[in-house]
């Protein structure tokens, strides 16, 4: 292969600009302008937006029902070659959206061996490419993991494996992870299950799965304190898909679960938009759980189709969602080492070049729509004064007497036998037509 870093991918596209909401450019943002202080940060560092690799590079639009369509200048190229190609593509888009973050799969930077040792060299050589680039890009890496689910050797999973062959090779998987993202900088570590679940009860020895899982988990743990790699750790819940019970559920499963094996103080959750959705839960839902737990951590940016039942991963776009999320979010203090991670793929008819820049445009343009209109949520205590006022029982009487744990049975039967109930309304449609009302005003 003799490209450069001369090359282009991306021709047709200069540096994608703020235009503002006006603007009929397609190749530029109406919303977010990295620049702009919002309640004292840029938006940039408020948002801290990423691109993932696996959808963005290595997907080809294929689906079970059809072959790939996605028009790709670098898929001219195999094997390492075409590997190469990848980072050379992906740097180029990263300068012209000018994203301070990316994230990858282990496989996706680089092609599987025949055995761990050749995939470890294949790995290394592009590592060492992927840091030339960083050298002079402003673009980080916001996390990387290790894909334990697409290899046939994963087909009872990995840490959950039946197999401790395949649980020996996993560790050794996520050794190289865990040197990678040292040596990268990652500033999060992430493990998403992918196969970590199981199908059946008849033939799953649960608590041996569980606490292996745990084992797992705390063996990261030490070899990052022995390598002196300090990234936050982050788990991925979800519920399904691709097996039938995922370990990692959803927030509340995933926060008892840490607990449960003395894991919490060293992980967060890296929630997905989509993921929540399957779990029969709203994206805000799974950050609220997460943000009062203090294990919000980071998040993969997309939304799911509701009239579907699995994982469209599509680019956010939904105001009212992104509005909420980043009410979560700005009430957690912002995601520390975090970011909004797009793991978001263009739809299989979305399949030229120029698609990507489109559809990551959208998605930076509504959560940044998001982050404003959460912001002024905020500083008008919108949200804050509904609450307070709802549950304002709680704070004198009876009510701050259970608060503060000096009231008991007996008193609270004395308390019921002397007075009449009478509840207040939820204001549920007023309080959705004030948001309705931020949303088009802001």
């Not at 900088?185 to 606490?211: M, P």
């Not at 805000?284 to 294990?295: D, K, P, S, Y």
């Not at 949200?383 to 259970?402: N, Q, V």
Request: aromatic share 12%.
């Amino acid at each position: 292969m003799t490209q450069t870093k001369a090359n282009t991918y991306f021709g047709s596209v200069n540096k994608i600009a703020f235009e503002g909401k006006d603007s009929k450019n397609p190749f530029a943002f109406k919303y977010y302008n990295p620049e702009e202080q919002i309640g004292g940060k840029t938006m940039k560092e408020h948002l801290r937006f990423s691109v993932a690799y696996w959808h963005t590079f290595t997907a080809d639009g294929s689906d079970p029902f059809g072959a790939g369509t996605m028009l790709r200048p670098w898929d001219k190229y195999k094997g390492m070659d075409l590997a190469k190609a990848r980072v050379e593509a992906a740097f180029e888009l990263f300068e012209k959206l000018d994203v301070p973050f990316f994230t990858f799969h282990d496989r996706d930077i680089a092609p599987e061996g025949n055995t761990l040792r050749e995939t470890n060299k294949n790995l290394d050589t592009i590592i060492e490419m992927i840091k030339d680039y960083m050298k002079t890009s402003n673009t980080k890496l916001l996390w990387n993991t290790a894909n334990m689910f697409t290899n046939p050797r994963f087909v009872h999973g990995a840490a959950t494996s039946c197999n401790a062959d395949v649980f020996a090779y996993a560790a050794a998987q996520v050794k190289k992870g865990l040197e990678t993202a040292k040596e990268l900088g990652a500033e999060n570590y992430v493990f998403w299950g992918g196969r970590e679940g199981y199908e059946t009860l008849l033939n799953t020895d649960l608590k041996l799965e569980l606490d292996n899982l745990a084992r797992f988990m705390h063996m990261a743990v030490d070899y990052a304190k022995e390598i002196g790699y300090t990234g936050q750790f982050l788990i991925e819940p979800k519920p399904k898909e691709p097996t039938t019970h995922q370990y990692d559920t959803d927030a509340q499963t995933t926060i008892s679960f840490l607990k449960t094996y003395g894991l919490e103080e060293y992980f967060k959750l890296n929630l997905e938009a989509n993921h929540a959705t399957l779990a029969g839960h709203t994206f805000e839902h799974e950050l609220r759980v997460a943000r009062i737990n203090g294990m919000l951590g980071s998040v993969d940016a997309n939304q799911g189709n509701t009239l579907l039942g699995w994982d469209t991963d599509e680019f956010p776009t939904d105001l009212y969602t992104t509005t909420l999320a980043m009410y979560e979010i700005l009430q957690n203090g912002g995601l520390g080492k975090g970011g909004l991670n797009f793991d978001a793929k263009v739809r299989r008819t979305s399949f030229e070049p120029e698609d990507l820049f489109y559809a990551h445009i959208a998605g930076m343009d509504a959560f940044a729509r998001g982050l404003k209109v959460a912001h002024k949520l905020i500083e008008d205590h919108v949200i804050e004064d509904a609450i307070a006022k709802r549950y304002s029982s709680f704070t004198e009487g009876i009510g701050l007497d259970i608060v503060q744990g000096k009231a008991n049975f007996h008193t609270l039967e004395a308390y019921a036998l002397n007075n009449e109930i009478k509840n207040v309304s939820g204001k549920t449609e007023y309080l959705k037509a004030i948001l309705n009302q931020y949303l088009l005003e802001v």
